[in-house]
């Protein structure tokens, strides 16, 4: 390991209890904090990638899902814990969008990405 990527934050990260474990395939760029009506509930801070790259431990047989609204994607969450871990996909097509709540991995790490406010309770776009 070279100094340089000593001092990256780590790429992985867990629910609470630890039942469900997910590894980032790259270092995001930016995250997303969106005010619609469930992810203000959730105070998730999400970071995105092709369905089927982001490592996921302990899913399904230690997750519940939610799913709601036009039923495209369902939200993940620790049956043990209650942490919200990810969004996927329903169709689960390789490639479709993918999201994951980086609020489960290191403090160190939500500080380093640039974070992007969307509203998604209004107007559909982003505020920056």
């Given at each position: 390991?070279t100094e340089e990527t000593s001092n990256l934050p780590s790429l992985q990260g867990s629910c609470?209890?630890?039942?469900?474990?997910?590894?980032?395939?790259?270092?995001?760029?930016?995250?997303?904090?969106?005010?619609?009506?469930?992810?203000?509930?959730?105070?998730?801070?999400?970071?995105?990638?092709?369905?089927?790259?982001?490592?996921?431990?302990?899913?399904?047989?230690?997750?519940?899902?939610?799913?709601?609204?036009?039923?495209?994607?369902?939200?993940?969450?620790c049956k043990t814990c209650g942490c919200a871990t990810h969004w996927e996909p329903i169709d689960?097509?390789?490639?479709?969008?993918?999201?994951?709540?980086?609020?489960?991995?290191?403090?160190?790490?939500?500080?380093?990405?640039?974070?992007?406010?969307?509203?998604?309770?209004?107007?559909?776009?982003?505020?920056?």
């Open positions: 390991m609470h209890c630890g039942a469900v474990r997910l590894t980032l395939p790259s270092m995001p760029e930016t995250s997303t904090k969106c005010n619609c009506s469930l992810c203000r509930r959730l105070g998730g801070q999400w970071v995105y990638y092709p369905f089927g790259t982001v490592s996921i431990e302990g899913h399904p047989e230690n997750t519940n899902d939610y799913v709601w609204g036009d039923k495209t994607l369902r939200t993940v969450r689960g097509q390789l490639g479709a969008r993918h999201g994951v709540n980086l609020s489960n991995f290191e403090p160190r790490l939500k500080e380093v990405v640039k974070v992007r406010h969307f509203d998604g309770a209004d107007t559909w776009t982003f505020l920056d």
